[in-house]
């Protein structure tokens, strides 16, 4: 069964920038993600890698469910006919560049998020930053060297909801997240 087991960690905006060319210096995967949701649980997302401009984007459907204190998650492919379809009925949405960390650590997989108040083409706005580290139940990790200096707050498990991009994607709650955690601390 996939289950969703991740860590999560809230990213200083004053450096957010910083860390984003540094990112993309070091050559880590980017895709611009676009993404609407018909109910929390219910995600859909377009994706389009940034250093392949030329190449289709992908269109996939999420479903997530909290079961017995573990986070139920299927996704698979669907016809871009199908997004553009389910888009009418979105109750929310969010727009995200995302860099992927696959060799930071063995059985660990990071994904460092800058949500945007708008698409990124569109040079849509930082509004909220967060790495997420997945990794199997009952196992460890570290922090990858080129986070650190980075984090403002590693999110408690017990309030990993409140962290959720369907949450975020609203930039009045992402703000009152920031308020709320870290006294309205942005760097």
């Known amino acids: 069964m996939p289950v969703e087991n991740e860590d999560k960690y809230v990213l200083a905006l004053d450096r957010a920038e910083a860390l984003r060319e540094i990112l993309a210096a070091a050559g880590h995967p980017c895709l611009l993600i676009d993404q609407f ?12 890698r940034l250093d392949r401009p030329g190449d289709p984007p992908g269109h996939e459907f999420t479903f997530k469910q909290a079961i017995d204190g ?3 998650e299927q996704a698979f492919p ?10 009418r009925a979105a109750v929310s949405a969010l727009h995200k560049a995302r860099f992927s960390l ?15 108040d708008g698409p990124a083409e569109r040079g849509g706005g930082l509004i ?22 980075h984090v403002a707050l590693a999110v408690p498990r017990e309030h990993s909801p409140l ?15 920031l308020e709320r ?4 601390w942005r760097g």
Request: proline share 9%; glycine share 10%; aromatic share 12%.
């Open 102 to 116: 696959p060799d930071a650590e063995p059985g660990a997989h990071w994904d460092v998020d800058f949500l945007l």
């Open 37 to 48: 949701y018909l109910l929390p649980q219910v995600r859909y997302r377009r994706t389009r």
């Open 78 to 87: 669907v016809p871009e006919e199908d997004y553009a379809l389910a888009s």
């Open 163 to 177: 962290f959720s991009n369907a949450r975020l994607s609203e930039p009045g709650y992402a703000a009152t997240v």
């Open 128 to 149: 909220f930053a967060i790495a997420e580290c997945e990794y199997p139940e009952g196992g460890r990790h570290g922090m990858p060297d080129v986070l650190r200096g």
């Open 181 to 184: 955690y870290l006294g309205g």
């Open 70 to 72: 573990r986070l139920l």
